[in-house]
């Protein structure tokens, strides 16, 4: 981090802010003598403890041993007890009997283990160096999932490795020391493991001496608990972080009870979800960092954190389950036919707390929790999969839960977040499902986890990603991959100049957003014809202070898609439009014409798709220099995939157009997709 991002960050930040921050860092400086045992004025008291644990599932979930959810479950769990276990798509070998809590399993990169925690420089730039990798294993989600395996089949071996894997760790990590203390998000999130290990370890005997009889435990349950108590993500940097230190907070000060400061410790958590929650939720129900699986992520911790208060007796209030409602609501109104939601900004496949073998699908797990949980209206889509995270939430909530006001019909305009949902169907059969955005540039004053990605489409066809969001790819451990994905050029959008929309300041900080707005959004869901129009305003701090709007037009009769872009231009400028093709779909290119192959089933359905005279277009998969034509299906991951890119200077008013008309036989399943160009374009019709 140079001078210069620390006076850009420091301008994000308001006075108090700035004190807090201050106040931290003596404090982190005060406790570097104070953490050790027997020191001068140490942390932690003389006696901790007695401690019980007072929230245990007052039922066991009733599931067959033959569900396809518990076989799937067992199975993983079966994996980790040979060893086996993946994270961020990358396979770990070592996790039998107890893994190396400071490596990552496919290198010689160890962690610091001693270092002062607030000391350790976690940032480190390099693929074989990602700190994110060793973060997620102590994150204990493999350690639920043996916890949910021992709950529902009884054997004690699942149990007993729990337990050698806990105590390895608390051994490994004292208090404020090495890599694992250096984020409050991840001490939050060990706590919400270590509640729902206990409560699925309820009925095995060792379980008390494990947890609330183990001197060792009861000094990491309580240096966790001042950790998140005494430090806090602040104001510009109040985030889903600051709600997973919260959450963490305070389901470990509901389940266990006994220290002095317990009840100060709920009180402080409880009073802060009260009011994040809401700030950082939308009244439509959209997670305002507009970002689709930290929404997913806020949602898990939002439930999570309200069950435990109703369990303990702290009820988080209507506010927080109206939240949640809305949360769900959002999701059951985002997904396609295929039960999949949009890919909107980044990912890094966060998950709150594991309950079901690492292939279910989230959306549909916490589809069938919120059914379980408020009922689902009747425009909900019936999830796949359901999972087992419903039925253990469930044995957790009240008989009696308050309901509040729901949509009436499927929701197809988000107009706070800023998402439009295009819906058709193909004389085949298959789904036309198109997001397009124009909303906010995610939470500000970071918009940490955006994209510079305004007024980008995805588009789907029965499931299939055809125009596709290529995702999140990485972090801070590569920093050019980090730039590429949350490019516009990585998007399906239109560049110009070499610039991107949004000016960033940093990986998670961007200092000059781009803003949109919606000018038009007509019969979205219904009706013979759809249309969605919006513009946005990055492009102004340009010499040529171009202005973009773009519009898509869904004609259900004939079934087809038309996007437009009107370009006004003060002087000569280079513009560049791209189109991102999911991994499943083939692309050959043709002069002008695009072919395109993709499986539906056991067909196979193809497109022609003929683009826009005026630019020079290419076709690109998998470069690295620069980078294009790829694809990130999760964090860490990245494959190949098809880009189209048309490159061309023009001056003047420019409009460019992509038809997407649907062949009208449905055994074919061909679409032809025609585009034009109309305008003053100042280098000639070129294509390669």
Not at 29 to 40: L, T, V
Not at 73 to 94: N, Q
């Amino acid at each position: 981090m140079n001078l210069a991002w620390y006076a850009a960050r420091l301008r994000r930040m308001s006075a108090l802010e700035i004190a807090m921050r201050a106040s931290d860092a003596a404090r982190k400086a005060s406790w570097r003598s104070r953490r050790k045992p027997g020191s001068r004025r140490s942390l932690f008291p003389r006696e901790l403890g007695p401690v019980i644990f007072a929230t245990p599932l007052s039922r066991l979930p009733a599931i067959p041993a033959d569900d396809p959810s518990t076989l799937a479950l067992v199975a993983a769990a079966d994996r980790i007890m040979d060893g086996h276990w993946e994270v961020f798509g990358r396979p770990r070998m070592d996790m039998a009997p107890v893994p190396d809590w400071f490596g990552d399993g496919s290198s010689d990169f160890s962690a610091s283990r001693n270092e002062y925690g607030f000391d350790v420089d976690w940032r480190q730039g390099a693929p074989d160096r990602d700190v994110k990798r060793i973060w997620e294993l102590s994150r204990h989600h493999h350690l639920t999932l043996l916890a949910a395996a021992y709950a529902l089949t009884g054997e004690n071996r699942y149990a007993e490795r729990v337990g050698i894997q806990l105590q390895s760790w608390w051994e490994a990590n004292p208090v404020l020391s090495g890599v694992h203390w250096t984020m409050g998000i991840e001490v939050g999130m060990r706590l919400i493991a270590w509640v729902w290990i206990r409560r699925l370890l309820q009925s095995w005997s060792e379980a008390p001496p494990l947890f609330e009889r183990n001197p060792i435990f009861l000094r990491q349950l309580y240096g966790h608990q001042l950790y998140l108590a005494r430090f806090r993500s602040h104001g510009s940097s109040a985030n889903n972080h600051l709600l997973a230190e919260t959450v963490g907070l305070f389901a470990a000060s509901c389940a266990f009870r006994g220290f002095a400061q317990t009840d100060r410790w709920r009180a402080q958590a409880l009073a802060r979800l009260r009011r994040e929650i809401p700030r950082q939720t939308f009244a439509d129900g959209s997670n305002r960092e507009l970002a689709t699986d930290y929404h997913l992520f806020v949602l898990e911790l939002t439930v999570t954190a309200m069950l435990e208060g109703y369990a303990a007796g702290f009820p988080l209030g209507r506010d927080i389950w109206v939240a949640a409602q809305s949360m769900t609501d959002a999701l059951a109104g985002w997904i396609d036919s295929d039960g999949k939601p949009p890919r909107q900004g980044d990912s890094d496949d966060c998950t709150a707390l594991l309950l079901d073998a690492p292939d279910q699908p989230r959306a549909d797990s916490l589809l069938a929790s919120g059914a379980a949980l408020f009922t689902a209206t009747p425009w909900w889509p019936i999830p796949r999969r359901a999972g087992l995270r419903a039925a253990f939430w469930a044995a957790l909530a009240p008989d009696a839960l308050p309901l509040s006001p729901r949509p009436t019909t499927r929701p197809a305009l988000f107009s706070q977040a800023g998402i439009a949902i295009l819906r058709g169907e193909t004389r085949s059969g298959d789904e036309i499902w198109c997001r397009c955005d124009h909303g906010p540039h995610g939470l500000a004053p970071l918009s940490a986890h955006a994209h510079a990605d305004a007024l980008s489409i995805e588009l789907r066809i029965g499931g299939v990603e055809i125009l596709a969001d290529p995702g999140t790819g990485c972090y801070q451990s590569e920093p050019g991959w980090r730039n590429y994905f949350r490019s516009t050029l990585a998007h399906n959008a239109l560049e110009l100049d070499g610039q991107d929309q949004s000016v960033a300041g940093g990986m998670f900080f961007w200092l000059k957003p781009a803003k949109a707005r919606l000018i038009a959004a007509t019969a979205l869901d219904s009706g013979p014809v759809a249309e969605w129009r919006a513009a946005h305003d990055g492009y102004r701090r340009l010499p040529s202070r171009a202005s973009h709007e773009r519009s898509v037009t869904l004609d259900r009769t004939e079934p087809g898609l038309a996007v437009l872009d009107r370009l006004t231009l003060g002087q000569r400028s280079r513009c560049r439009l791209a189109f991102h093709f999911g991994p499943a779909v083939e692309v050959s290119l043709e002069g002008i014409v695009a072919r395109l192959r993709w499986p539906a089933g056991f067909a196979t359905r193809s497109a022609a798709m003929t683009l826009p005279g005026g630019l020079a277009w290419s076709l690109t998969r998998g470069s690295v220099e620069p980078p294009r034509g790829w694809y990130s299906a999760g964090f860490g991951r990245r494959e190949p995939a098809w880009m189209l890119l048309g490159e061309g200077n023009a001056e003047g008013n420019i409009e460019f157009e992509t038809r997407i008309a649907f062949d009208r036989d449905p055994t074919a399943g061909t679409a032809v997709i025609a585009g034009a160009m109309t305008g003053r374009l100042a280098s000639s019709s070129s294509h390669r």
